[in-house]
């Protein structure tokens, strides 16, 4: 039975989707962020892409934006030389973070208190929100501009990613590396895994998967193009990926073989993510907008429906599906 893949496609950027994150599940479900070169970082409704807010105030373009677990609190980095935090359920700006380059990345710890910037001055800064006014700790050794940096290990170690083709693991409290991988490309996109403790990176067109403690390679996996992103679900069954051809690519995370590629972006995809729940993964396009997948096409869940009239059906007909229609914001 054929069941075609159709994305719920988010529109109202205007530029291209650099970035995105989702919060844990709250009792309100669960919400995803933005980066966009347009400056406009967005909210949304995770499960259906139901924009919810604009978050107003960068004068430049947002290549980092992410959300605490409890979709209490937003971050973003900028082009204005600025990280700042916001209140996501006001939408009101609370801090900004003035930096002396432009940033690149955002990260809260586990618990909210601290944020870990890195942008182009190739510092990682911890600031504590608590202490608006202290100045923040700071962690140099890179020799390019950081691209994503990221707490790991209960937020005593921060993972980071470079244009100098390094990851450094970082300890917090010593601020030295403790370890360094090097590799013959830049690296385009680290995402950690705290529930089996893996780092999923991508760089060139390899998609590769390391022990996020010891840095020790587990398996890595070529695909058909030069891949900017790539996501492991939540059950560790399958990941996906996203590069220049504007296909989404769907692997067996066990046997490495890929079960699926869709196309519905117009450019290249620069990041794609699955949902805390695991029924959806969201990508960003130089196309300028978001487009929402389902892990099991066909199964009833947020917008989509799924309808199998029992007298349609045949043992070759295909399933009726009903897509979801286009979300604006």
Request: a negative charge; hydrophobic letters at 35%.
């Amino acid at each position: 039975m054929a069941m075609r893949q159709t994305p719920l496609t988010c529109s109202g950027h205007t530029r291209p989707v650099v970035d995105l994150a989702f919060s844990g599940i709250t009792p309100y479900g669960y919400f995803l962020i933005s980066a966009c070169k347009d400056g406009k970082p967005m909210l949304r409704q995770g499960d259906t892409g139901d924009w919810i807010g604009t978050f107003l105030g960068h004068k430049g373009a947002v290549w980092g934006a992410t959300l605490n677990k409890e979709a209490t609190k937003a971050a973003t980095a900028a082009a204005d030389f600025t990280a700042k935090v916001w209140d996501a359920v006001t939408g009101d700006e609370v801090l900004t973070l003035a930096h002396k380059h432009i940033v690149k990345s955002v990260n809260f710890t586990e618990d909210s208190n601290c944020l870990l910037t890195g942008g182009n001055d190739k510092v990682l800064r911890i600031y504590d929100l608590g202490k608006p006014e202290a100045e923040p700790q700071e962690i140099a050794g890179h020799t390019s501009a950081i691209k994503k940096a990221l707490w790991c290990n209960n937020d005593q170690q921060i993972l980071s990613a470079a244009e100098d083709k390094t990851i450094r693991l970082w300890d917090k409290n010593t601020k030295e590396a403790v370890k360094t991988l090097s590799f013959d490309a830049s690296v385009s996109s680290m995402e950690y895994i705290p529930d089996g403790e893996i780092l999923v990176i991508t760089y060139g067109r390899t998609i590769a998967f390391y022990s996020a403690h010891s840095l020790d390679l587990i398996k890595a996996v070529d695909a058909p193009a030069s891949i900017h992103s790539a996501s492991l679900h939540p059950e560790k069954d399958f990941f996906v990926a996203g590069g220049d051809d504007f296909k989404l690519y769907k692997y067996d995370y066990t046997t490495k073989e890929e079960m699926e590629s869709y196309k519905g972006h117009f450019g290249p995809i620069h990041c794609v993510r699955f949902s805390p729940d695991g029924e959806l993964y969201a990508s960003g396009s130089e196309d300028g907008t978001l487009r929402l997948w389902q892990t099991a096409v066909g199964k009833t869940y947020g917008l989509w429906k799924c309808v199998l009239p029992e007298e349609l059906l045949s043992e070759n007909s295909e399933a009726l599906y009903c897509p979801p229609a286009e979300i604006k914001a």
